[in-house]
């Protein structure tokens, strides 16, 4: 009986194993937006490199104009002419003498673009100075100086703030939220703050102290989520495919082992056993027990598929004493006055525990009164585990016997043999197989055969299905046989036993 903790605490785990499935969407969410950030400060790496190279450039050519400019000061004229299409000068200004000598829009002394005063010996000098219209609206002025005949003369050119605005893709990019300039402690738009973390870029220009910071915009932001995201759509879904089929596995498995655990408890396996015919005798020399499962619903069910669930859940052990109680009941009443063979299928590890042991010993001692030999039908496998097979050596002793069941399809090296007491060697299906289907001969049954003989071990061969095969094997001096050609496994009442 299931008590209300114990439901609880199924409850709780079905929670927990509930939580697994949102375990990929965190994942793929994490992941989404590591690489939305990683891309966005990637755009805008690219995009602040670019416009600070744009900006050293601008400022460059300024000064070069201021240059020029110095070339010969004095003639203003030329000077406004010159200047009047260029795009990345708003203004230019000579000054003298602490005077506007000349301005590019003509109207000489109206304004100063920098404080005249504050001028100082510096042959290029950069800072922000304000634009007439507004105090916030601050550009970048550039300051040359030259000594001519004695006279100091500077060219002060104001950069058009609208042409640098767009040369640093402020409000022109859609991918950029606002751009702004750095000069030291300054900044262009007024009083920018610097901003810090992940979606903001600082790019140094080539001029030292002048910097740009980008900020990303939401729209890039935005894109690249959606383009990650839909790049992830794929991945989801595999993984959601896969978490479908473990899951529908694990619940089907998870159902069959509960049906199967139920038919343990409830004994719904029966036996078939399959004749196993001395062609010396015509007689049959023994059988092999072989369980299948009495499904209340599905009616009959072959071990293979039962088996390896019994396996994989540790409960094959329990399904092996169903077997032996089973085949020891229906033998019960049966005496046979010449030794009569019953194999039995044992899994790896049976023999281990000793109380298991000892009860084979005494229902095989049991069984031996009553002329029936009982045989362990192991497999090669088991043969490795040296637990197991000193477990096997000493029920042998005890005299029960032992085969190796599918001989030739296993492990087995052949120096094990002789070493390992056993009794029989049971040949499999698929050499007898072998027999006329390429030559006359089936050579690796031949030494099989052979060897057998040379270690004075009895032969069973399995699966003859054909008269050929079973002559053939006649002629090697192979005269016990279990196969569909004499008769398939079945109930035991259909047995045609020798004696009773
Ligand atoms: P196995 O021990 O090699 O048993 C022989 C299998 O070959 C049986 O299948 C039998 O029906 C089949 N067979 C016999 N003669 C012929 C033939 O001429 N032609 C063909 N095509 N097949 C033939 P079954 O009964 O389905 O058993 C399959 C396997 O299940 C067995 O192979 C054995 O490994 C396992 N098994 C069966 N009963 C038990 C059991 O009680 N305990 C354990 N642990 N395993 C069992
Ligand atoms: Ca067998
Ligand atoms: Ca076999």
């Not at 790496?45 to 050519?61: F, H, P, T």
């Not at 498995?253 to 029966?270: D, L, M, T």
Request: proline letters at 4%; hydrophobic letters at 40%; a negative charge.
């Amino acid at each position: 009986m299931i008590g209300p903790k114990m439901a609880l605490k199924i409850r709780q785990s079905k929670n927990y194993l509930r939580l697994v499935y949102f375990a990929p969407i965190v994942l793929i969410v994490c992941t989404v937006a590591i690489l939305t950030s990683l891309s966005v400060r990637d755009t805008l790496r690219s995009l602040g490199d670019s416009y600070a190279e744009s900006y050293s450039r601008i400022v460059l050519n300024v000064s070069m104009e201021n240059k020029s400019a110095l070339v010969a000061p004095q003639q203003c004229g030329f000077l406004q002419q010159v200047l009047r299409y260029e795009r990345e000068i708003l203004e230019m200004q000579i000054v003298s003498n602490n005077q506007i000598v000349c301005s590019s829009f003509g109207e000489v002394g109206t304004r100063e673009i920098v404080d005249i005063e504050t001028l100082g010996n510096e042959s290029q000098i950069f800072q922000l100075a304000a634009m007439p219209m507004s105090k916030k609206d601050l550009s970048v002025a550039v300051i040359n100086r030259r000594n001519l005949n004695g006279q100091e003369y500077y060219a002060v050119s104001l950069i058009d703030l609208d042409y640098l605005r767009a040369s640093l893709g402020y409000r022109t990019d859609y991918r950029v939220s606002s751009s702004a300039l750095f000069i030291g402690e300054d900044s262009a738009p007024y009083n920018t703050p610097r901003a810090s973390g992940w979606f903001a870029y600082v790019a140094q220009t080539d001029i030292p102290q002048h910097q740009i910071q980008v900020i990303a915009s939401n729209e890039l932001i935005i894109e690249k989520t959606w383009f990650y995201s839909l790049a992830a759509i794929p991945g989801t879904l595999a993984v959601y495919i896969g978490f479908f089929f473990i899951r529908r596995h694990f619940i089907r498995n998870q159902g069959f082992h509960n049906e199967v655990k139920q038919a343990i408890r409830r004994k719904e396996f029966i036996l078939h056993y399959q004749p196993q015919m001395d062609c010396n005798t015509g007689e049959l020399s023994g059988v092999e027990a072989l369980v299948r499962w009495m499904h209340p619903e599905r009616g009959l069910i072959y071990p293979d598929v039962f088996i390896p669930v019994l396996e994989e859940f540790d409960l094959i052990d329990q399904l092996t004493d169903i077997v032996v109680e089973r085949a020891i009941s229906d033998f019960s009443s049966y005496s046979f006055s010449q030794p009569f063979h019953l194999g039995i299928n044992f899994p790896p590890g049976y023999f281990v525990s000793s109380d298991k042991q000892r009860l084979l010993i005494e229902q095989a001692a049991l069984l031996r009164e009553r002329g029936i030999h009982l045989g362990l039908e192991i497999t090669e496998r088991q043969l490795l585990d040296s637990s197991a097979k000193s477990a096997i050596a000493s029920l042998r002793q005890s005299g029960l016997e032992v085969l190796i069941d599918d001989f030739g399809t296993g492990q087995t090296s052949l120096a094990m043999l002789e070493t390992t007491p056993i009794d029989y060697l049971k040949i499999d299906k698929c050499f007898v197989d072998s027999i006329g289907s390429q030559s006359a001969t089936a050579p690796v049954l031949d030494a099989i055969i052979s060897m057998a003989k040379g270690l004075d071990l009895n032969i069973i061969t399995e699966g003859v299905e054909e008269q050929n095969q079973a002559d053939y094997l006649v002629s090697r001096g192979v005269y016990i046989h279990q196969g569909y050609l004499y008769s398939k496994p079945v109930p035991f009442e259909s047995l045609a036993l020798p004696v009773k």
